[in-house]
């Protein structure tokens, strides 16, 4: 393994390309080559509204709002997201991102996690 590696977070696949939402989510945790880190790049059209929430095992993670506004709702509180924000979830904390009127980007990062990942997929979680 290389002691750095350099990659375009826009050259990773878009995950969400299929999904009829103005949603974009492109996951580097596997092109960075690292034991410890996982980085991904998020963005979810005006007014997107997540109804499925996601929770960890181990995984701790934190989100850096890099343009647009919005909201995320964690467990039971729904808290206002700015440009610059950011917001550290601890692994079993349930989450869910709302855009504003003009859109959610955001920069997720993610520590250690087992192989395969330990993420829970909580569908009709935050109802619209």
């Known amino acids: 393994m290389s002691s750095y590696t350099?990659?375009?977070?826009?050259?990773?696949?878009?995950?969400?390309?299929?999904?009829?939402?103005?949603?974009?989510a492109r996951f580097a945790r596997s092109h960075l080559d690292s034991e410890h880190l996982g980085?991904?790049?998020?963005?979810?059209?005006?007014?997107?509204?997540?109804?499925?929430?996601?929770?960890?095992g181990e995984q701790e993670e934190a989100y850096v709002v890099i343009s647009g506004s919005g909201r995320a709702k964690l467990d039971d509180e729904i808290v206002e997201l700015r440009q610059w924000d950011v917001v550290r979830v601890a692994p079993p904390v349930v989450r869910a991102?709302?855009?504003g009127p003009d859109?959610?980007?955001?920069?997720?990062?993610?520590?250690?996690?087992?192989?395969?990942?330990?993420?829970?997929?909580?569908?009709?979680?935050?109802?619209?």
């Open 97 to 99: 991102f709302e855009a």
């Open 6 to 24: 350099v990659k375009n977070l826009k050259d990773v696949d878009d995950l969400a390309a299929e999904r009829p939402e103005d949603v974009e």
């Open 103 to 128: 859109g959610l980007e955001l920069i997720a990062v993610g520590s250690d996690r087992p192989e395969g990942g330990d993420g829970k997929m909580i569908a009709d979680w935050w109802a619209a």
């Open 39 to 56: 980085v991904s790049y998020l963005r979810y059209g005006a007014g997107f509204h997540s109804t499925l929430g996601h929770s960890h």
